[in-house]
């Protein structure tokens, strides 16, 4: 079984670009979740969607930033005009329908020049 | 809030010695606890869990932890670690509302030979 997907695995954005980041949840997993680390830091919650929905997005910076969980294809989390306190990794996470357990994907680091 | 503490934030320590690392966490977080460990530029690999029963939990790689609901603690421990033990270690906890993890900062396992 493969595990949670993310790609690309490296990014590289000039200030004022767009950075689209993908995460593919394991297989028969419908909820997705996108956390961000911070060099030397801990991992913070970001956004928590459904299929087609967006449960909580408590973490989400209020501006550039944007996500979604379509109905086909995998998770896309956009940043937009990206500054370089946007260079972090982004941690994608699924889990299954009262699962408490939460699968993470190898995330992807971005650099922002 | 919702906080996890981890006490420490590097742990040095000589091969096959034991190790402790300390966790706390907050009363308003669900008694779901994780602790996940994270080698360099890779994603989170789960350790161990606790989510009801026996308060020891036993894990991978020899690791087990224990919950203490009077002290709200989750600590991990190794009898006798691993130069492969060199790595991150996170402790994590499911928020009140079931829906994303909190996380600790981080405590970093340096084994020396």
């Known amino acids: 079984n493969a595990g949670v997907m993310q790609n690309p695995r490296h990014l590289v954005r000039r200030r004022g670009q767009e950075a689209r980041l993908r995460c593919s949840p394991m297989?028969?997993?419908?909820?997705v979740y996108w956390y961000r680390q911070l060099p030397e830091e801990g991992l913070k919650f970001m956004v928590y969607?459904?299929?087609?929905?967006?449960?909580?997005e408590s973490g989400m910076p209020k501006e550039r930033f944007s996500a979604e969980f379509p109905k086909e294809g995998p998770s896309i989390l956009r940043i937009q005009q990206v500054v370089r306190g946007d260079s972090a990794a982004y941690f994608c996470?699924?889990?299954?329908?009262?699962?408490?357990?939460?699968?993470f994907g190898p995330g992807t680091r971005l650099t922002v020049l | 809030a919702q906080s996890v503490t981890q006490l420490d934030s590097q742990v040095p320590v000589f091969e096959e010695a034991p190790v402790e690392l300390r966790c706390n966490y907050s009363?308003?977080?669900?008694?779901?606890l994780f602790w996940y460990v994270q080698y360099p530029n890779q994603g989170l690999q789960l350790l161990l869990k606790?989510?009801?029963?026996?308060?020891l939990v036993k894990g991978i790689n020899g690791f087990e932890a224990e919950f203490n609901k009077s002290q709200t603690s989750f600590h991990l421990r190794k009898p006798s670690v691993h130069i492969s033990d060199t790595a991150e270690y996170f402790c994590?906890?499911?928020?009140?509302?079931?829906?994303?993890?909190?996380f600790g900062a981080g405590t970093r396992l340096a084994v020396h030979p």
């Open positions: 994590a906890a499911l928020s009140g509302g079931y829906n994303k993890l909190i």
């Open positions: 297989k028969g997993h419908s909820h």
């Open positions: 009363s308003s977080v669900s008694v779901y």
């Open positions: 969607l459904q299929k087609e929905n967006i449960i909580d």
């Open positions: 996470a699924s889990s299954g329908t009262g699962n408490n357990e939460q699968f």
């Open positions: 606790y989510l009801s029963g026996s308060t």
